[in-house]
């Protein structure tokens, strides 16, 4: 059997180990206990998996939510001669059998699949009879209904685990915070005794973090403009708003500063294209691929080593959300910023997100029964069809959205009301009938948005702030943020 160090160097051409990766691949190789692994964005780790995945007899299921970002994994790795495969929605029903089957098979050694993957009664029929030596669940924090991007299907880990045999597992995220991380292991049918935990911690002295008192437009631009002028290089600039982030793009146009934008209203091939052209850090004068003005939608599968500077323009819903996104700074270990501009203001932006992203029980309901009455003329339509049968067409309230996403993640509905072709195909799920559930959500949501505020005002260490927002115990004052440098002086 190889080493992990032999797999590192033949397969991925490093020489040797990252932080905790090795400590955790022996943990998994060797002592064969499950693993839960809170690591910076950029740690590295689907190397935690990916390895002993190269060393176990049998196959590795890795369970991600995003789509492309499995995609992009499974292509690196074919690279690397690696036998990888990915199975989602966007696959033709010929290729998802002739996958699963060389999966089973043992002609894979890597198995990409999304949770909703599991919800196939053909998919778990099959699987059952594949040799899985290992289950890794990417994004874990998903898992748990009190982090920040809960996924229904992520709920039932356990229930996988057992239709697969308890396979050996490892979790991974960026972001949980205690009370995140105790759902992951009870989620996974495991007790504490049974899993090592493994902080890596806020191991980042390159990125320094500061955050600036706004008030108003002219003052952002302002401090956006010198920010760039000081870090010049790849640049993020966050915004919660596609409006807010058009206006600027106008400023900097003014200001004869060159950039791209991203967000989810561009079509599919212009976003593609964009994010091309800052990954080639293709900085012509018709690009503009070096600074991009980006809503929440750009990052996820971002592995750029030379980003110098990640501004946040309005303060984001979350601490785990603002974490996952300045860790795409500074991976070349290159000192970098990560800026937050607080302005009282745009609170009300995220208060208002806050708002549409939890309706009420009630509203569930009225929505379950408009489609059970109407899905033909939904589908006809469209979704301002159900807007007007909720007697309220404001643009801007998107509890509509939530409702029909929220129905397609706990499997109530199938298709899509922009494909026309949604339909019922269960009934409303209790958790969604559940109002005291609900309110204890928009309680948590608004909980995260105070320790976002909270962290704005922090005097003494920002980077301490952080790891114990996460329980990230012993984390010293780092010297390099803004906090620091006022108290000693700088």
């Given at each position: 059997m190889?080493?992990?160090?032999?797999?590192?160097?033949q397969?991925?051409?490093f020489n040797e180990?990252?932080?905790?990766q090795?400590?955790?691949i022996?943990?998994?190789?060797?002592?064969?206990?499950?693993?839960?692994?809170?690591?910076?964005?950029g740690?590295?780790k689907?190397?935690i998996?990916?390895?002993?995945?190269?060393?176990f007899?049998?196959?590795?299921?890795?369970?991600?939510p995003?789509?492309?970002l499995?995609?992009?994994?499974v292509d690196a790795?074919k690279?690397?001669?690696?036998?990888?495969?990915?199975?989602?929605?966007?696959?033709?029903?010929?290729?998802?059998?002739?996958?699963?089957?060389?999966?089973?098979?043992g002609?894979i050694?890597?198995?990409y699949?999304t949770?909703?993957r599991?919800?196939?009664k053909?998919?778990?029929?099959k699987?059952?009879?594949?040799?899985i030596?290992?289950?890794a669940?990417?994004?874990?924090?998903?898992?748990?209904?009190?982090?920040h991007?809960?996924?229904?299907d992520?709920?039932?880990?356990?229930?996988f685990?057992?239709?697969?045999?308890?396979?050996?597992?490892?979790?991974l995220?960026?972001?949980?915070?205690l009370?995140?991380q105790?759902?992951?292991?009870?989620?996974?049918?495991?007790?504490?005794s049974?899993?090592?935990l493994f902080?890596q911690?806020i191991q980042r002295p390159?990125l320094?973090?500061?955050a600036k008192?706004?008030?108003?437009?002219?003052?952002?631009?302002?401090?956006?403009?010198?920010?760039?002028?000081?870090?010049?290089?790849?640049?993020?600039?966050y915004?919660s708003?596609?409006?807010?982030?058009?206006?600027?793009?106008g400023?900097?146009y003014?200001?004869n500063?060159?950039?791209?934008?991203y967000?989810?209203?561009?079509e599919p091939?212009?976003?593609k294209?964009v994010q091309?052209?800052f990954?080639?850090?293709?900085?012509s004068?018709e690009?503009?691929g070096?600074?991009i003005l980006?809503t929440?939608?750009?990052?996820m599968?971002?592995?750029k080593a030379?980003?110098?500077l990640i501004i946040?323009?309005?303060?984001?819903?979350s601490?785990?959300?603002?974490?996952?996104?300045?860790?795409?700074a500074?991976?070349?270990g290159?000192?970098?910023?990560?800026l937050?501009?607080?302005?009282?203001?745009d609170?009300?932006?995220?208060?208002e997100?806050?708002?549409w992203s939890?309706?009420?029980a009630?509203?569930y309901d009225?929505v379950?029964?408009?489609?059970?009455?109407?899905?033909?003329k939904i589908n006809?339509?469209?979704?301002?069809?159900i807007r007007?049968?909720?007697?309220?067409k404001d643009?801007?309230?998107?509890?509509?959205?939530?409702?029909?996403?929220?129905?397609d993640?706990?499997g109530?509905?199938e298709?899509?009301?922009?494909?026309?072709n949604?339909?019922?195909?269960s009934e409303l799920h209790?958790?969604?009938?559940?109002?005291?559930?609900l309110?204890?959500?928009l309680m948590?949501?608004?909980?995260?948005?105070?320790?976002?505020?909270?962290?704005f005002k922090?005097?003494?260490?920002?980077?301490v702030?952080?790891?114990?927002?996460f329980?990230?115990?012993?984390?010293?004052p780092c010297?390099?943020?803004d906090c620091?440098?006022?108290?000693?002086?700088?």
């Amino acid at each position: 059997m190889k080493k992990p160090i032999e797999i590192l160097k033949q397969y991925f051409g490093f020489n040797e180990f990252r932080g905790l990766q090795e400590t955790i691949i022996n943990t998994l190789v060797e002592k064969k206990k499950h693993a839960l692994v809170l690591m910076p964005t950029g740690g590295g780790k689907s190397l935690i998996y990916q390895i002993p995945a190269l060393i176990f007899d049998g196959g590795t299921i890795v369970i991600s939510p995003l789509i492309a970002l499995m995609q992009d994994q499974v292509d690196a790795l074919k690279k690397r001669d690696i036998p990888a495969e990915f199975i989602n929605s966007t696959v033709s029903k010929g290729n998802r059998e002739k996958r699963l089957q060389n999966f089973v098979d043992g002609k894979i050694k890597l198995l990409y699949v999304t949770p909703e993957r599991f919800r196939k009664k053909e998919f778990i029929a099959k699987i059952k009879n594949a040799k899985i030596s290992l289950l890794a669940i990417d994004e874990a924090h998903c898992i748990s209904e009190w982090g920040h991007d809960f996924r229904p299907d992520y709920s039932r880990i356990g229930e996988f685990r057992k239709l697969i045999g308890n396979p050996l597992t490892v979790a991974l995220t960026a972001t949980a915070t205690l009370d995140v991380q105790k759902d992951i292991i009870k989620k996974m049918n495991l007790n504490e005794s049974e899993i090592e935990l493994f902080h890596q911690g806020i191991q980042r002295p390159n990125l320094r973090l500061e955050a600036k008192d706004i008030w108003g437009y002219d003052d952002k631009l302002e401090k956006i403009i010198d920010a760039l002028q000081t870090y010049k290089g790849s640049t993020i600039i966050y915004f919660s708003l596609i409006k807010t982030l058009d206006e600027f793009s106008g400023y900097l146009y003014k200001a004869n500063i060159g950039h791209s934008v991203y967000h989810g209203k561009l079509e599919p091939q212009k976003r593609k294209q964009v994010q091309r052209q800052f990954m080639e850090n293709n900085n012509s004068a018709e690009s503009h691929g070096e600074i991009i003005l980006a809503t929440n939608a750009f990052g996820m599968g971002i592995d750029k080593a030379d980003i110098r500077l990640i501004i946040h323009a309005e303060i984001p819903s979350s601490i785990e959300s603002y974490y996952q996104e300045i860790g795409r700074a500074g991976r070349d270990g290159k000192d970098s910023l990560c800026l937050l501009l607080y302005d009282p203001s745009d609170l009300y932006t995220q208060m208002e997100f806050i708002k549409w992203s939890n309706p009420s029980a009630d509203y569930y309901d009225r929505v379950y029964n408009i489609l059970r009455k109407d899905a033909d003329k939904i589908n006809s339509m469209g979704i301002d069809f159900i807007r007007e049968e909720m007697s309220f067409k404001d643009r801007s309230d998107f509890r509509v959205e939530t409702v029909l996403s929220m129905l397609d993640r706990y499997g109530v509905t199938e298709g899509s009301v922009e494909n026309s072709n949604i339909k019922l195909i269960s009934e409303l799920h209790p958790n969604l009938e559940n109002e005291k559930r609900l309110e204890n959500k928009l309680m948590n949501d608004n909980k995260k948005l105070l320790a976002m505020v909270n962290y704005f005002k922090e005097e003494k260490c920002r980077r301490v702030f952080i790891s114990d927002y996460f329980g990230f115990a012993g984390e010293k004052p780092c010297g390099n943020c803004d906090c620091c440098n006022k108290e000693s002086g700088e």
